[in-house]
Protein backbone atom coordinates (compact mmCIF):
# COMPACT_ATOMS: atom_id res chain seq x y z
CA UNK A 1 0.00 0.00 0.00
CA UNK A 2 1.71 3.01 1.09
CA UNK A 3 5.24 2.95 1.87
CA UNK A 4 5.37 6.17 3.90
CA UNK A 5 3.33 9.01 5.26
CA UNK A 6 3.31 11.39 2.45
CA UNK A 7 2.16 8.71 -0.16
CA UNK A 8 -0.92 8.34 2.10
CA UNK A 9 -1.34 11.83 1.66
CA UNK A 10 -0.96 12.05 -1.84
CA UNK A 11 -3.68 10.12 -1.88
CA UNK A 12 -6.44 11.62 0.55
CA UNK A 13 -5.46 14.51 -1.86
CA UNK A 14 -6.32 12.82 -5.12
CA UNK A 15 -9.45 11.24 -3.46
CA UNK A 16 -10.72 14.73 -2.11
CA UNK A 17 -10.20 13.76 1.68
CA UNK A 18 -7.97 16.38 2.68
CA UNK A 19 -7.99 19.98 3.79
CA UNK A 20 -4.99 22.20 3.72
CA UNK A 21 -4.91 25.23 6.15
CA UNK A 22 -2.61 27.62 5.65
CA UNK A 23 -3.43 30.29 8.19
CA UNK A 24 -1.59 30.65 11.09
CA UNK A 25 -2.87 28.35 14.05
CA UNK A 26 -1.50 27.54 17.50
CA UNK A 27 -0.65 24.22 18.50
CA UNK A 28 -1.59 24.94 22.03
CA UNK A 29 -5.57 23.96 22.03
CA UNK A 30 -6.32 25.54 18.65
CA UNK A 31 -5.62 22.57 16.80
CA UNK A 32 -6.84 20.19 18.68
CA UNK A 33 -10.74 22.28 18.91
CA UNK A 34 -10.53 22.50 15.23
CA UNK A 35 -9.41 18.48 15.01
CA UNK A 36 -12.30 18.22 17.10
CA UNK A 37 -15.03 19.77 15.56
CA UNK A 38 -13.75 18.42 12.36
CA UNK A 39 -14.49 14.66 13.28
CA UNK A 40 -17.61 15.02 15.08
CA UNK A 41 -18.64 15.75 11.55
CA UNK A 42 -16.92 13.27 10.32
CA UNK A 43 -14.82 15.41 8.09
CA UNK A 44 -11.63 15.52 6.22
CA UNK A 45 -7.87 15.30 7.21
CA UNK A 46 -5.89 18.17 8.21
CA UNK A 47 -2.47 19.55 6.98
CA UNK A 48 -2.05 22.54 8.77
CA UNK A 49 1.26 24.27 7.23
CA UNK A 50 1.70 27.48 9.25
CA UNK A 51 1.57 26.09 12.66
CA UNK A 52 3.27 28.61 15.09
CA UNK A 53 6.76 28.38 16.49
CA UNK A 54 7.90 25.61 14.48
CA UNK A 55 9.23 25.22 10.82
CA UNK A 56 6.90 21.96 10.22
CA UNK A 57 3.38 21.23 8.63
CA UNK A 58 1.02 18.80 10.63
CA UNK A 59 -1.05 16.44 9.99
CA UNK A 60 -4.13 15.31 12.30
CA UNK A 61 -7.64 13.08 11.40
CA UNK A 62 -5.59 11.08 8.90
CA UNK A 63 -7.91 7.58 10.39
CA UNK A 64 -11.08 9.54 11.09
CA UNK A 65 -13.47 7.56 9.22
CA UNK A 66 -13.65 4.57 7.87
CA UNK A 67 -13.27 5.53 4.13
CA UNK A 68 -10.11 6.40 4.92
CA UNK A 69 -9.01 3.52 7.01
CA UNK A 70 -9.78 1.67 3.58
CA UNK A 71 -7.52 3.69 1.69
CA UNK A 72 -4.56 3.72 4.14
CA UNK A 73 -4.52 -0.38 4.32
CA UNK A 74 -7.17 -1.75 1.96
CA UNK A 75 -9.33 -5.36 2.18
CA UNK A 76 -5.92 -7.50 1.51
CA UNK A 77 -4.61 -7.43 5.30
CA UNK A 78 -8.09 -8.39 6.43
CA UNK A 79 -8.18 -11.46 3.58
CA UNK A 80 -4.88 -12.35 4.28
CA UNK A 81 -5.03 -13.17 7.97
CA UNK A 82 -8.46 -14.81 7.09
CA UNK A 83 -6.66 -17.55 4.89
CA UNK A 84 -4.17 -17.72 7.03
CA UNK A 85 -6.38 -18.88 9.89
CA UNK A 86 -7.71 -20.96 7.09
CA UNK A 87 -4.43 -22.66 6.07
CA UNK A 88 -4.00 -23.52 9.69
CA UNK A 89 -7.14 -25.27 10.54
CA UNK A 90 -7.03 -26.88 6.93
CA UNK A 91 -3.36 -28.37 6.95
CA UNK A 92 -3.77 -30.34 10.51
CA UNK A 93 -2.93 -33.07 9.26
CA UNK A 94 -0.61 -31.33 6.67
CA UNK A 95 -0.95 -32.92 3.14
CA UNK A 96 0.95 -32.30 -0.51
CA UNK A 97 -2.00 -31.37 -2.53
CA UNK A 98 -3.36 -28.63 0.38
CA UNK A 99 0.24 -27.03 1.06
CA UNK A 100 0.17 -26.23 -3.03
CA UNK A 101 -2.96 -24.88 -2.99
CA UNK A 102 -1.85 -22.36 -0.41
CA UNK A 103 1.07 -21.56 -2.62
CA UNK A 104 0.34 -17.97 -2.24
CA UNK A 105 0.96 -17.70 1.10
CA UNK A 106 4.87 -18.17 0.97
CA UNK A 107 4.86 -15.46 -1.10
CA UNK A 108 3.31 -13.08 0.66
CA UNK A 109 5.36 -14.68 3.75
CA UNK A 110 8.61 -13.23 1.70
CA UNK A 111 6.97 -9.53 2.31
CA UNK A 112 6.77 -9.83 5.60
CA UNK A 113 10.04 -8.24 7.93
CA UNK A 114 12.55 -5.90 7.41
CA UNK A 115 14.93 -4.93 5.08
CA UNK A 116 17.95 -2.68 5.16
CA UNK A 117 18.27 0.27 3.59
CA UNK A 118 21.10 2.85 2.79
CA UNK A 119 19.93 5.97 1.49
CA UNK A 120 17.33 7.05 4.50
CA UNK A 121 15.15 9.36 3.94
CA UNK A 122 14.51 9.98 7.87
CA UNK A 123 18.54 10.42 7.78
CA UNK A 124 18.19 13.38 5.52
CA UNK A 125 18.59 16.06 8.64
CA UNK A 126 19.71 16.56 12.01
CA UNK A 127 19.48 19.12 14.60
CA UNK A 128 22.60 20.56 15.19
CA UNK A 129 21.38 20.58 19.35
CA UNK A 130 18.61 18.61 20.07
CA UNK A 131 15.95 21.07 20.79
CA UNK A 132 12.65 19.65 21.13
CA UNK A 133 10.26 22.29 21.21
CA UNK A 134 11.31 22.70 17.63
CA UNK A 135 8.53 20.23 16.81
CA UNK A 136 5.04 21.43 16.80
CA UNK A 137 3.73 19.20 19.84
CA UNK A 138 -0.13 19.99 20.46
CA UNK A 139 -1.86 20.52 23.70
CA UNK A 140 -5.30 19.20 23.68
CA UNK A 141 -6.64 20.17 26.74
CA UNK A 142 -7.02 23.29 28.83
CA UNK A 143 -5.88 21.23 32.32
CA UNK A 144 -2.96 19.34 30.15
CA UNK A 145 0.41 19.24 32.27
CA UNK A 146 1.55 20.44 29.00
CA UNK A 147 2.74 19.37 25.19
CA UNK A 148 2.52 16.09 24.46
CA UNK A 149 3.15 13.56 21.03
CA UNK A 150 0.09 12.34 20.24
CA UNK A 151 1.22 9.53 18.30
CA UNK A 152 4.57 8.40 19.05
CA UNK A 153 6.17 5.47 17.78
CA UNK A 154 8.41 4.32 21.08
CA UNK A 155 10.87 1.32 19.61
CA UNK A 156 12.62 -0.76 22.15
CA UNK A 157 14.88 -3.69 22.46
CA UNK A 158 14.49 -6.48 25.18
CA UNK A 159 18.13 -5.92 26.93
CA UNK A 160 18.13 -9.98 27.85
CA UNK A 161 17.16 -11.53 24.83
CA UNK A 162 17.04 -8.59 22.00
CA UNK A 163 13.07 -8.80 20.92
CA UNK A 164 12.03 -5.86 19.73
CA UNK A 165 8.84 -3.99 20.63
CA UNK A 166 7.42 -1.25 19.17
CA UNK A 167 4.62 0.32 21.14
CA UNK A 168 2.41 4.14 21.53
CA UNK A 169 3.12 5.50 24.88
CA UNK A 170 2.06 8.74 25.44
CA UNK A 171 5.32 11.37 25.40
CA UNK A 172 5.00 14.86 27.33
CA UNK A 173 7.44 17.02 26.53
CA UNK A 174 9.37 18.41 30.07
CA UNK A 175 11.99 20.66 28.09
CA UNK A 176 13.88 20.85 24.86
CA UNK A 177 15.70 17.73 26.15
CA UNK A 178 13.68 15.53 28.25
CA UNK A 179 10.24 13.73 27.69
CA UNK A 180 7.92 11.49 29.83
CA UNK A 181 7.63 8.01 29.17
CA UNK A 182 4.15 6.87 30.04
CA UNK A 183 4.50 3.38 29.77
CA UNK A 184 1.13 1.43 31.58
CA UNK A 185 1.15 -1.86 32.98
CA UNK A 186 1.06 -4.83 30.53
CA UNK A 187 2.95 -2.84 27.86
CA UNK A 188 5.52 -4.24 25.86
CA UNK A 189 8.29 -1.39 25.92
CA UNK A 190 7.35 -1.41 30.26
CA UNK A 191 8.95 -4.87 30.55
CA UNK A 192 11.97 -4.11 28.73
CA UNK A 193 12.47 -1.34 31.07
CA UNK A 194 12.02 -3.72 33.77
CA UNK A 195 14.67 -5.56 32.56
CA UNK A 196 17.21 -3.13 32.28
CA UNK A 197 16.36 -1.32 35.37
CA UNK A 198 17.05 -4.72 37.49
CA UNK A 199 20.47 -4.46 35.79
CA UNK A 200 20.69 -0.80 36.61
CA UNK A 201 20.88 -0.15 33.22
CA UNK A 202 19.90 2.18 30.83
CA UNK A 203 17.56 1.42 28.01
CA UNK A 204 17.83 2.72 24.38
CA UNK A 205 15.06 3.89 23.12
CA UNK A 206 13.87 5.93 19.44
CA UNK A 207 10.79 7.53 19.29
CA UNK A 208 9.89 7.28 15.38
CA UNK A 209 7.36 9.38 14.27
CA UNK A 210 5.70 9.46 11.03
CA UNK A 211 6.25 6.50 8.52
CA UNK A 212 4.25 4.11 7.08
CA UNK A 213 0.68 4.28 8.10
CA UNK A 214 0.85 0.74 9.08
CA UNK A 215 3.47 1.71 11.39
CA UNK A 216 1.13 3.32 13.01
CA UNK A 217 -1.13 0.84 13.32
CA UNK A 218 0.66 -1.71 14.31
CA UNK A 219 2.05 0.41 17.35
CA UNK A 220 -1.63 -0.07 18.81
CA UNK A 221 -2.39 -3.09 17.89
CA UNK A 222 -2.88 -5.37 21.03
CA UNK A 223 -0.56 -8.35 19.91
CA UNK A 224 0.84 -10.96 21.72
CA UNK A 225 3.86 -10.07 23.48
CA UNK A 226 6.19 -11.96 21.75
CA UNK A 227 5.09 -11.31 18.09
CA UNK A 228 6.71 -8.17 16.37
CA UNK A 229 4.99 -4.90 15.26
CA UNK A 230 6.99 -4.74 12.84
CA UNK A 231 6.28 -7.78 11.41
CA UNK A 232 2.02 -6.98 11.40
CA UNK A 233 3.33 -3.79 9.73
CA UNK A 234 5.31 -5.53 6.99
CA UNK A 235 2.05 -7.45 6.30
CA UNK A 236 -0.24 -3.81 6.53
CA UNK A 237 2.06 -2.50 4.44
CA UNK A 238 2.34 -4.98 1.95
CA UNK A 239 6.01 -4.83 1.67
CA UNK A 240 8.89 -5.56 4.18
CA UNK A 241 9.68 -2.35 6.71
CA UNK A 242 12.68 -0.11 5.86
CA UNK A 243 15.26 -0.15 8.25
CA UNK A 244 18.62 1.95 8.48
CA UNK A 245 21.80 1.92 10.43
CA UNK A 246 21.82 4.04 13.19
CA UNK A 247 24.87 6.93 12.93
CA UNK A 248 24.84 6.72 16.85
CA UNK A 249 26.89 3.91 17.61
CA UNK A 250 25.75 1.49 20.00
CA UNK A 251 21.94 2.71 19.01
CA UNK A 252 19.47 0.40 17.07
CA UNK A 253 18.36 0.84 13.76
CA UNK A 254 15.97 3.58 12.05
CA UNK A 255 12.22 3.17 10.41
CA UNK A 256 14.12 4.44 7.09
CA UNK A 257 11.01 5.87 6.01
CA UNK A 258 9.91 7.93 9.08
CA UNK A 259 9.26 11.49 9.35
CA UNK A 260 11.04 12.09 12.51
CA UNK A 261 13.47 9.82 14.58
CA UNK A 262 13.83 11.27 18.16
CA UNK A 263 16.87 8.96 19.61
CA UNK A 264 17.52 8.25 23.76
CA UNK A 265 18.11 6.52 26.61
CA UNK A 266 15.71 6.09 29.65
CA UNK A 267 17.79 5.92 32.53
CA UNK A 268 17.11 3.65 35.33
CA UNK A 269 15.19 4.21 38.36
CA UNK A 270 14.64 7.59 37.63
CA UNK A 271 10.98 9.39 37.97
CA UNK A 272 9.46 12.40 37.39
CA UNK A 273 5.31 13.08 37.52
CA UNK A 274 3.70 13.20 34.04
CA UNK A 275 0.24 14.33 33.34
CA UNK A 276 -2.36 15.11 33.71
CA UNK A 277 -3.86 14.63 30.23
CA UNK A 278 -6.85 14.64 28.78
CA UNK A 279 -7.28 10.98 27.65
CA UNK A 280 -9.50 8.35 25.53
CA UNK A 281 -11.75 7.96 28.51
CA UNK A 282 -12.68 11.34 28.39
CA UNK A 283 -11.68 12.61 31.48
CA UNK A 284 -8.27 13.60 32.64
CA UNK A 285 -5.67 10.99 33.60
CA UNK A 286 -4.02 12.59 36.85
CA UNK A 287 -0.47 13.17 37.72
CA UNK A 288 1.76 9.95 38.45
CA UNK A 289 5.50 9.42 38.32
CA UNK A 290 6.97 7.66 35.19
CA UNK A 291 10.17 7.29 33.79
CA UNK A 292 12.13 9.92 32.02
CA UNK A 293 12.93 10.02 28.20
CA UNK A 294 16.62 11.68 26.79
CA UNK A 295 16.86 12.63 24.04
CA UNK A 296 20.54 12.63 22.42
CA UNK A 297 19.66 13.15 18.78
CA UNK A 298 16.98 14.21 16.68
CA UNK A 299 17.25 12.98 12.70
CA UNK A 300 13.77 14.02 10.53
CA UNK A 301 13.81 14.10 6.46
CA UNK A 302 14.46 17.56 4.74
CA UNK A 303 10.21 18.51 4.06
CA UNK A 304 9.19 16.17 7.56
CA UNK A 305 5.68 16.39 8.14
CA UNK A 306 4.38 16.05 11.82
CA UNK A 307 1.71 13.44 11.85
CA UNK A 308 -0.47 14.07 15.22
CA UNK A 309 -3.82 12.77 16.75
CA UNK A 310 -6.38 14.11 19.29
CA UNK A 311 -7.94 12.09 21.58
CA UNK A 312 -11.00 12.91 24.39
CA UNK A 313 -14.91 11.67 24.45
CA UNK A 314 -15.51 8.91 22.37
CA UNK A 315 -15.81 8.92 19.17
CA UNK A 316 -12.17 10.37 18.41
CA UNK A 317 -9.97 9.49 15.67
CA UNK A 318 -8.65 6.72 17.72
CA UNK A 319 -12.04 4.31 17.67
CA UNK A 320 -12.05 4.06 14.14
CA UNK A 321 -8.23 2.58 14.20
CA UNK A 322 -9.69 0.46 17.05
CA UNK A 323 -12.57 -0.87 15.52
CA UNK A 324 -10.40 -1.48 12.11
CA UNK A 325 -7.55 -3.70 14.06
CA UNK A 326 -10.63 -5.49 15.71
CA UNK A 327 -12.42 -6.37 12.46
CA UNK A 328 -8.64 -7.58 11.48
CA UNK A 329 -7.73 -9.41 13.98
CA UNK A 330 -10.60 -11.19 15.00
CA UNK A 331 -10.31 -14.07 12.99
CA UNK A 332 -7.30 -15.52 15.09
CA UNK A 333 -9.40 -14.91 18.45
CA UNK A 334 -11.25 -18.97 17.36
CA UNK A 335 -7.43 -19.89 16.65
CA UNK A 336 -5.63 -19.00 19.75
CA UNK A 337 -8.66 -19.43 21.97
CA UNK A 338 -11.12 -22.25 20.67
CA UNK A 339 -13.81 -21.79 22.65
CA UNK A 340 -14.42 -17.83 21.48
CA UNK A 341 -16.50 -17.69 18.55
CA UNK A 342 -16.35 -13.52 18.16
CA UNK A 343 -15.19 -11.32 20.62
CA UNK A 344 -15.80 -7.40 20.86
CA UNK A 345 -14.08 -4.48 22.77
CA UNK A 346 -16.52 -1.21 22.79
CA UNK A 347 -14.49 2.02 21.70
CA UNK A 348 -17.37 3.66 23.24
CA UNK A 349 -16.03 2.25 26.71
CA UNK A 350 -12.14 2.82 26.09
CA UNK A 351 -11.80 -0.61 24.87
CA UNK A 352 -11.04 -2.37 28.06
CA UNK A 353 -13.97 -1.04 30.18
CA UNK A 354 -16.32 -3.15 28.08
CA UNK A 355 -16.28 -6.19 25.79
CA UNK A 356 -18.69 -9.33 24.81
CA UNK A 357 -17.95 -12.43 23.18
CA UNK A 358 -19.84 -15.31 21.93
CA UNK A 359 -18.56 -18.32 23.32
CA UNK A 360 -18.96 -22.17 23.62
CA UNK A 361 -21.12 -24.27 25.93
CA UNK A 362 -20.59 -27.37 24.84
CA UNK A 363 -20.76 -28.76 28.39
CA UNK A 364 -22.24 -27.01 31.91
CA UNK A 365 -20.00 -23.65 32.40
CA UNK A 366 -17.79 -24.13 29.56
CA UNK A 367 -18.77 -20.43 28.68
CA UNK A 368 -16.97 -19.37 32.05
CA UNK A 369 -13.63 -21.20 31.26
CA UNK A 370 -13.63 -19.23 27.44
CA UNK A 371 -14.48 -15.74 30.05
CA UNK A 372 -11.39 -16.83 32.09
CA UNK A 373 -9.13 -17.62 28.87
CA UNK A 374 -10.49 -13.86 27.55
CA UNK A 375 -9.31 -12.06 31.01
CA UNK A 376 -6.01 -13.78 30.26
CA UNK A 377 -4.97 -12.63 26.86
CA UNK A 378 -2.54 -10.13 26.33
CA UNK A 379 -4.26 -6.50 26.58
CA UNK A 380 -7.54 -8.14 27.07
CA UNK A 381 -6.86 -9.00 30.25
CA UNK A 382 -6.97 -5.34 31.38
CA UNK A 383 -10.88 -6.00 30.39
CA UNK A 384 -13.54 -4.15 33.24
CA UNK A 385 -16.52 -5.83 32.57
CA UNK A 386 -16.63 -9.04 30.08
CA UNK A 387 -20.37 -10.19 28.76
CA UNK A 388 -20.93 -13.78 27.53
CA UNK A 389 -23.41 -15.69 25.75
CA UNK A 390 -23.26 -19.21 23.95
CA UNK A 391 -25.59 -18.37 21.08
CA UNK A 392 -25.11 -16.00 17.59
CA UNK A 393 -25.19 -12.49 17.99
CA UNK A 394 -24.07 -8.94 16.20
CA UNK A 395 -21.81 -8.47 19.25
CA UNK A 396 -21.50 -4.45 17.78
CA UNK A 397 -25.50 -4.18 18.29
CA UNK A 398 -24.90 -3.88 22.15
CA UNK A 399 -29.25 -3.22 22.96
CA UNK A 400 -29.82 -6.07 20.86
CA UNK A 401 -27.16 -8.50 22.93
CA UNK A 402 -27.44 -7.11 26.63
CA UNK A 403 -31.37 -8.09 26.21
CA UNK A 404 -30.42 -11.24 25.18
CA UNK A 405 -28.38 -12.00 28.24
CA UNK A 406 -30.81 -10.03 30.47
CA UNK A 407 -33.20 -12.68 29.55
CA UNK A 408 -31.17 -15.46 30.03
CA UNK A 409 -28.61 -14.71 32.95
CA UNK A 410 -29.43 -16.55 36.32
CA UNK A 411 -27.96 -14.14 39.08
CA UNK A 412 -27.46 -16.72 41.98
CA UNK A 413 -24.57 -18.09 39.56
CA UNK A 414 -24.19 -16.65 36.51
CA UNK A 415 -22.58 -12.88 38.37
CA UNK A 416 -19.18 -12.86 39.14
CA UNK A 417 -17.05 -10.11 40.42
CA UNK A 418 -13.36 -10.33 41.07
CA UNK A 419 -11.95 -7.79 43.53
CA UNK A 420 -7.99 -6.85 44.33
CA UNK A 421 -7.51 -7.12 40.45
CA UNK A 422 -5.34 -5.16 37.89
CA UNK A 423 -6.73 -1.98 36.24
CA UNK A 424 -6.66 -0.15 33.51
CA UNK A 425 -4.05 2.27 34.36
CA UNK A 426 -6.49 4.96 32.33
CA UNK A 427 -9.69 4.02 34.45
CA UNK A 428 -9.87 5.96 37.71
CA UNK A 429 -13.32 4.41 39.03
CA UNK A 430 -11.79 2.32 41.80
CA UNK A 431 -9.79 5.56 43.37
CA UNK A 432 -6.67 3.32 42.76
CA UNK A 433 -4.25 3.19 39.55
CA UNK A 434 -3.58 0.76 38.20
CA UNK A 435 -5.58 -1.94 41.04
CA UNK A 436 -9.35 -2.71 40.90
CA UNK A 437 -11.52 -4.87 40.02
CA UNK A 438 -13.47 -7.46 37.17
CA UNK A 439 -16.83 -8.64 36.34
CA UNK A 440 -18.23 -11.35 33.93
CA UNK A 441 -21.78 -11.72 33.43
CA UNK A 442 -23.62 -14.75 31.37
CA UNK A 443 -26.35 -15.60 29.69
CA UNK A 444 -26.17 -18.89 28.30
CA UNK A 445 -29.10 -21.30 26.94
CA UNK A 446 -32.73 -20.48 26.19
CA UNK A 447 -34.82 -17.28 27.53
CA UNK A 448 -36.24 -17.57 31.28
CA UNK A 449 -38.06 -14.80 31.19
CA UNK A 450 -40.01 -11.59 29.78
CA UNK A 451 -38.14 -8.54 30.06
CA UNK A 452 -39.93 -5.55 31.29
CA UNK A 453 -39.98 -2.79 28.61
CA UNK A 454 -41.95 0.00 30.76
CA UNK A 455 -42.00 1.68 33.88
CA UNK A 456 -44.80 3.28 35.93
CA UNK A 457 -45.13 4.04 39.30
CA UNK A 458 -43.99 6.95 41.68
CA UNK A 459 -40.51 8.00 41.63
CA UNK A 460 -38.61 6.83 45.23
CA UNK A 461 -36.70 9.86 47.30
CA UNK A 462 -33.38 10.51 45.34
CA UNK A 463 -34.64 9.73 42.45
CA UNK A 464 -35.60 12.56 39.85
CA UNK A 465 -36.31 10.42 36.47
CA UNK A 466 -36.34 6.92 35.23
CA UNK A 467 -35.84 5.95 31.84
CA UNK A 468 -35.59 2.41 29.98
CA UNK A 469 -32.24 1.99 28.47
CA UNK A 470 -33.63 -1.13 26.93
CA UNK A 471 -35.79 -4.17 27.77
CA UNK A 472 -34.82 -5.22 31.44
CA UNK A 473 -32.39 -2.29 32.01
CA UNK A 474 -33.85 0.73 33.94
CA UNK A 475 -31.56 4.10 33.68
CA UNK A 476 -32.34 6.01 36.48
CA UNK A 477 -31.43 9.96 37.22
CA UNK A 478 -30.43 10.52 41.47
CA UNK A 479 -29.04 12.90 43.46
CA UNK A 480 -25.30 13.20 43.61
CA UNK A 481 -23.10 11.03 45.10
CA UNK A 482 -21.86 12.91 48.01
CA UNK A 483 -25.61 13.29 49.17
CA UNK A 484 -26.26 9.44 49.47
CA UNK A 485 -23.06 7.22 48.78
CA UNK A 486 -25.89 4.03 49.37
CA UNK A 487 -28.43 5.01 47.26
CA UNK A 488 -27.80 2.07 45.01
CA UNK A 489 -28.38 -0.48 47.52
CA UNK A 490 -31.21 1.48 48.66
CA UNK A 491 -32.87 1.37 45.27
CA UNK A 492 -32.18 -2.20 44.81
CA UNK A 493 -34.08 -3.03 47.82
CA UNK A 494 -37.17 -1.12 46.68
CA UNK A 495 -40.72 -3.20 45.30
CA UNK A 496 -41.30 -0.37 42.68
CA UNK A 497 -38.36 -2.26 40.92
CA UNK A 498 -39.45 -5.60 40.71
CA UNK A 499 -39.07 -7.46 36.95
CA UNK A 500 -36.59 -5.40 36.43
CA UNK A 501 -32.99 -6.90 35.73
CA UNK A 502 -30.28 -4.19 35.75
CA UNK A 503 -30.89 -0.63 37.00
CA UNK A 504 -28.36 2.16 36.12
CA UNK A 505 -27.80 4.41 38.56
CA UNK A 506 -26.40 8.09 36.75
CA UNK A 507 -26.45 11.65 37.10
CA UNK A 508 -28.37 12.55 34.28
CA UNK A 509 -31.42 10.34 32.51
CA UNK A 510 -29.66 12.09 29.04
CA UNK A 511 -27.11 8.91 28.74
CA UNK A 512 -30.21 6.82 28.03
CA UNK A 513 -30.86 8.56 25.08
CA UNK A 514 -28.26 6.97 22.80
CA UNK A 515 -25.97 3.65 22.76
CA UNK A 516 -23.42 5.79 22.87
CA UNK A 517 -23.68 7.78 25.59
CA UNK A 518 -24.97 5.31 27.43
CA UNK A 519 -21.92 3.07 27.08
CA UNK A 520 -19.92 5.71 27.85
CA UNK A 521 -20.93 7.25 30.67
CA UNK A 522 -21.66 3.50 32.12
CA UNK A 523 -18.88 1.42 31.78
CA UNK A 524 -16.22 4.25 32.63
CA UNK A 525 -17.70 5.23 36.02
CA UNK A 526 -17.74 2.33 38.40
CA UNK A 527 -15.68 -0.38 39.78
CA UNK A 528 -17.69 -3.49 40.00
CA UNK A 529 -16.42 -4.62 43.48
CA UNK A 530 -17.21 -1.40 44.80
CA UNK A 531 -20.61 0.08 42.45
CA UNK A 532 -22.56 -3.18 42.25
CA UNK A 533 -25.36 -3.87 44.49
CA UNK A 534 -28.12 -6.32 44.44
CA UNK A 535 -31.43 -7.05 46.79
CA UNK A 536 -29.55 -9.84 48.22
CA UNK A 537 -26.79 -11.85 48.51
CA UNK A 538 -25.80 -15.22 49.70
CA UNK A 539 -22.47 -17.08 50.41
CA UNK A 540 -23.14 -20.11 48.89
CA UNK A 541 -19.62 -22.67 48.91
CA UNK A 542 -17.83 -19.37 48.44
CA UNK A 543 -19.56 -17.88 45.44
CA UNK A 544 -21.67 -14.81 46.10
CA UNK A 545 -24.95 -15.51 45.16
CA UNK A 546 -26.68 -12.61 43.80
CA UNK A 547 -30.59 -11.59 43.33
CA UNK A 548 -32.14 -8.82 41.05
CA UNK A 549 -32.59 -6.04 40.69
CA UNK A 550 -28.44 -5.33 40.04
CA UNK A 551 -27.88 -1.69 40.61
CA UNK A 552 -24.41 -0.42 38.95
CA UNK A 553 -23.91 3.10 40.53
CA UNK A 554 -22.44 5.02 37.25
CA UNK A 555 -22.29 8.71 39.06
CA UNK A 556 -19.58 10.24 39.02
CA UNK A 557 -17.47 9.75 42.54
CA UNK A 558 -15.64 12.88 44.40
CA UNK A 559 -12.31 10.86 43.45
CA UNK A 560 -12.70 10.91 39.75
CA UNK A 561 -11.19 13.04 37.43
CA UNK A 562 -12.68 15.94 35.37
CA UNK A 563 -14.64 14.72 32.31
CA UNK A 564 -12.30 16.75 29.63
CA UNK A 565 -13.91 20.21 28.05
CA UNK A 566 -12.44 22.86 25.80
CA UNK A 567 -11.77 25.77 27.08
CA UNK A 568 -13.86 28.82 26.90
CA UNK A 569 -11.74 31.16 25.48
CA UNK A 570 -10.30 28.36 22.52
CA UNK A 571 -14.15 27.62 21.60
CA UNK A 572 -14.35 31.27 21.10
CA UNK A 573 -11.30 31.84 19.33
CA UNK A 574 -12.05 29.21 16.95
CA UNK A 575 -15.83 30.65 16.70
CA UNK A 576 -14.63 33.52 15.30
CA UNK A 577 -11.36 32.35 12.90
CA UNK A 578 -13.49 29.44 11.42
CA UNK A 579 -14.14 30.75 8.21
CA UNK A 580 -10.32 31.35 8.22
CA UNK A 581 -9.56 27.78 8.28
CA UNK A 582 -10.82 26.86 4.53
CA UNK A 583 -12.58 23.55 6.06
CA UNK A 584 -16.30 23.29 4.59
Not at 63 to 73: E, N, V
Not at 304 to 311: K, L, Q
Not at 349 to 375: C, K, N, Q
Not at 388 to 397: E, V
Request: a negative charge.
Amino acid sequence: MHKDLRSYIDTLRREDEMVEVSVEVDPYLEIAEIHRRVIEEQGKALLFTNVNGSQFPLVTNLFGTMKRIDLAFGKRPEEFVRRAVHMVEDLVPPKLGKLWAYRDMAFTAMKLGTRKVTNAPVLEARQDTVDLTKLPLLQLWPEDGGHFITLPLVYTESPSNGKPNLGMYRIQRYDATTTGMHWQIGKGGGFHYYEAEQKNEPLNATIFIGGPPALILSAIAPLPEDVPELMLASLLAGSKIGMADNPIVGHHRLVAEAEFAICGHVPPKNRHPEGPFGDHYGYYSLTHDYPVFHANAVFHRKDAIYPATVVGKPRQEDFFIGDYLQELLSPLFPLVMPAVFDLWSYGETGFHSLAAAVVRERYGREALSAGFRILGEGQLSLTKFLLLTDKPQDLRDFRSLFEHILARVEWHRDLFIFSQTAFDTLDYASGKINHGSKAILMGTGEARRELKREFSGELPKGIRSAKPFCAGCLVVEGEAYESEPDLGQRLASLDIFDGWQMIILHDSISYADSTEKFLWATWTRFDPALDISARSTAVNKNHIAYEAPIVIDARMKPWYPKEVEPAGGTVALVDRRWGEYGIN
